[in-house]
């Protein structure tokens, strides 16, 4: 392979640098004071607390 150039390690580097800026854009505050990983956990939280609610109802009550 004649004129061919070798790249290597060149994806390790772009590797790092996406992921670099994908981690900066995750703890860099919103308008709240609050990162966007932050924002996700409570939501998360708020989520798994009602349906843990909902799963510990034995039956739904019968309004009729």
Do not use: R
């Amino acid at each position: 392979m004649i004129g061919c150039k070798v790249n290597k390690g060149q994806s390790s580097v772009e590797y790092l640098i996406v992921c670099a800026a994908l981690v900066a854009a995750l703890i860099t505050p919103l308008e709240n004071n609050k990162s966007v990983i932050d924002s996700c956990s409570e939501a998360l939280q708020e989520w798994y607390g009602a349906f843990a609610y909902s799963k510990s109802m034995s039956t739904l009550p019968d309004y009729n």
